[in-house]
């Protein structure tokens, strides 16, 4: 079982930066193994993949966010972040970090961000 907690979010002004963070505990020793990915979920909308870390070191992201979003991991902290920069209001939603192992998905509860002069 892995746990994961995101941390990070709050509200920043259109042009700001944030960086998100999102914990592993459990079985963490499968962690440099995972695939982690940040999704985000705005009122009324679907949740939409934002960025994805293989194990391999390869990084993917939406077009919506390319170049302005970094997701990076730490295996050694069992963590993965999500840097956010040039923030726009419609990147405004709710973040959550997603770890796949094999065939086991687990999500965190998720971490409010609001882009908001």
């Not at 259109?14 to 999704?39: D, E, K, Q």
């Not at 170049?67 to 840097?83: H, P």
């Not at 709710?94 to 999500?107: E, M, Q």
Request: hydrophobic share 35%; net charge positive; with cysteine.
């Amino acid at each position: 079982q892995v746990q994961l907690v995101e941390s990070g979010g709050g509200l920043v002004q259109p042009g700001g930066s944030l960086r998100l963070s999102c914990a592993a505990s459990g079985s963490i020793f499968s962690f440099n193994v995972m695939t982690m990915r940040w999704y985000r979920q705005a009122p009324g909308k679907q949740r939409e993949l934002v960025a994805t870390s293989t194990s391999g070191g390869s990084t993917n992201y939406a077009d919506s966010v390319q170049g302005r979003f970094t997701i990076s991991r730490d295996n050694a902290k069992n963590t993965v972040y999500l840097q956010m920069s040039s923030l726009k209001p419609e990147d405004t939603a709710v973040y959550y970090c997603n770890a796949v192992l094999y065939v086991l998905a687990y999500w965190g509860q998720g971490t409010q961000v609001t882009v908001s002069s």
